[in-house]
């Protein structure tokens, strides 16, 4: 499964952006999807993330602001991303796990996307 983020990009404090996720194959069999993030010089920090049954889990920091989404149709994972933080600065990764596991680990996936960079000043 190869995965492609866009979405990205600069935003004063306060806006939103959407980043989209693209997958090459069908995510409706994944059993895990998420949306992971890293700063520079840190490990990479799950954000948010759904599981096949449509659970979804957020870390605390992005509570309330962030909301990830699923289209299989279309075969692409979504965050809406609202009032945006300087914190919130990082790049922001796609992922997409075919085992069971915790969905908000790294550990649990097996495919990655490239990336996107989220700026927020």
């Known amino acids: 499964v190869q995965l492609v983020e866009s979405g990205g990009g600069s935003v004063q404090a306060g806006g939103a952006l959407r980043l989209s996720c693209v997958a090459s194959e069908g995510i409706m069999d994944t059993y895990c999807m998420g949306w992971f993030r890293q700063y520079p010089g840190k490990g990479r920090e799950g954000v948010s993330a759904m599981d096949i049954d449509g659970q979804v889990s957020h870390v605390d920091s992005v509570k309330g602001r962030f909301t990830i ?37 790294v550990r649990t996936y097996d495919y990655w996307g490239q990336g996107t960079q989220v700026t927020v000043s």
């Open 69 to 105: 989404s699923r289209d299989n149709d279309k075969n692409t994972l979504y965050l809406q991303m609202n009032i945006l933080k300087p914190e919130d600065t990082a790049m922001y990764y796609c992922a997409a796990s075919s085992k069971y596991g915790n969905c908000r680990e």
